[in-house]
């Protein structure tokens, strides 16, 4: 009996220092990458979210902390990056991109970048985007370009089959659908953002080689000017102001006007708020000849003064390669940034998406420069003066263009 007690207790201990052993190995080294962006609709958190677990089981040694920078997000991150706590990843958006990338604080990311990644996958108009003095400091997560999005029924009780070609066609086809179904034919968004591809389209440029604004040269007050005739004289055009709505998908889903020039995150808006609505897409039309619209993009960036940039560059590479971007775009809310998945998930043949992907390979990237707040504020305020008759188009134009050069010049 005394025996058998004292191999029981000897087989317990044993087991006893298996498993105090067990507890006491070293766990493999885990480390922390912290990424942060802005918040964008709870579909977006969440689906960002899955394909950072995602993520995360497929590298053990990494976590990653995910925060959303909901106010003044590249305030928060300028300030962040001068205090050097910001993120080892985050957001960048085109628009911010000329000013940070040429501050030293971004990390280069073409040493880590290898065959494997396919660079030349990437859409040339959204890498670029991200390139400064021959490096490239950012990768694309997603875009969109803007299309114009027309109401069926309102074009078939007009008699118009087709959308718009051109520029002139869009006016005449404004003026036969306002009063019908719809209170006006086009909905407008005046702002630069939604503005510059009309500059250019007769040769005018936003700024120029010293990131000064010329906005106001006789090619751009060319493109502009069809925004304010249609606007004062054919009167058939509104803004979101004008018919008591948010945006322009909000005018054009609640039927106040019949087309409006989007986005593809229009897309999913008008879907679930609107379900009855009958709306195609098509490119936008063309002005002086020209096929033109914008790009907007965001890319991810590592900073400089990360601790983990090997893991860093993990996270980046997972989230802006094949699988991890057929993820994060799968679902349709974002475009995908390289040509394989925008070709795998059919968005080249989609009936909505197929414009919106077309329009990447003439579109005008949004990025004004280094002084994007100068250039921005400064158009947008002249030209709703303009656009509501309170003074000429020219005299807003070069009202705005010296008033932006001043503060340029203040800050350099």
Not at 86 to 100: I, K, M, N, R, S
């Amino acid at each position: 009996m005394r025996k058998n007690f004292w191999r029981f207790l000897g087989v317990a201990i044993a087991i006893a220092m298996t498993i105090i052993s067990c507890h006491s190995l070293p766990k493999p080294h885990q480390v922390t990458v912290k990424l942060s962006g802005w918040g964008g609709s709870p579909v977006e958190q969440k689906l960002l979210k899955q394909v950072l677990q995602d993520f995360e089981a497929k590298h053990p040694q990494i976590k990653v902390k995910y925060e959303v920078i909901s106010d003044q997000y590249m305030d928060v991150i300028k300030t962040r990056l001068v205090g050097e706590a910001a993120p080892d990843v985050f957001y960048l958006d085109a628009l911010e991109a000329p000013f940070l990338m040429s501050q030293n604080v971004l990390e280069p990311l073409n040493n880590y970048i290898t065959p494997e990644f396919d660079l030349a996958d990437f859409e040339p108009t959204l890498l670029n985007s991200f390139k400064y003095q021959n490096s490239i400091y950012g990768l694309p997560k997603d875009y969109s370009t803007l299309a114009l999005f027309y109401n069926k029924k309102a074009f078939a009780t007009a008699g118009l089959n087709t959308p718009p070609q051109n520029w002139a066609e869009l006016r005449s086809y404004s003026k036969q659908l306002t009063g019908k179904l719809n209170r006006y034919g086009f909905g407008e968004m005046p702002e630069l953002a939604r503005q510059a591809y009309k500059i250019k389209a007769f040769g005018g440029q936003v700024i120029d080689s010293q990131d000064d604004a010329t906005f106001a040269s006789p090619q751009a007050l060319q493109g502009l000017q069809l925004v304010i005739d249609q606007y004062r004289q054919d009167r058939s055009s509104a803004q979101k102001s004008d018919v008591g709505t948010n945006s322009g998908s909000e005018m054009f889903g609640q039927g106040k006007v019949a087309m409006v020039i989007e986005g593809n995150w229009a897309i999913p808006y008008l879907q679930e708020t609107f379900p009855q609505l009958e709306f195609a897409i098509a490119q936008v039309p063309t002005i002086n000849n020209k096929k033109g619209t914008m790009v907007f993009t965001v890319a991810y960036v590592m900073n400089k003064q990360s601790q983990n940039k090997a893991a860093a560059w993990e996270l980046i590479s997972y989230l802006t390669g094949k699988e991890g971007m057929q993820k994060w775009t799968g679902t349709g809310f974002a475009l995908p940034t390289r040509k394989s998945v925008a070709e795998n998930l059919g968005y080249d043949q989609d009936r909505l998406r197929s414009p919106l992907v077309a329009g990447v390979n003439y579109a005008t990237p949004w990025q004004v420069g280094k002084h994007p707040a100068a250039i921005v504020n400064n158009f947008d305020n002249q030209f709703i003066s303009a656009l509501l008759g309170q003074q000429p188009l020219k005299q807003a134009m070069l009202q705005a263009q010296h008033e932006a050069n001043q503060q340029i010049q203040s800050m350099e």
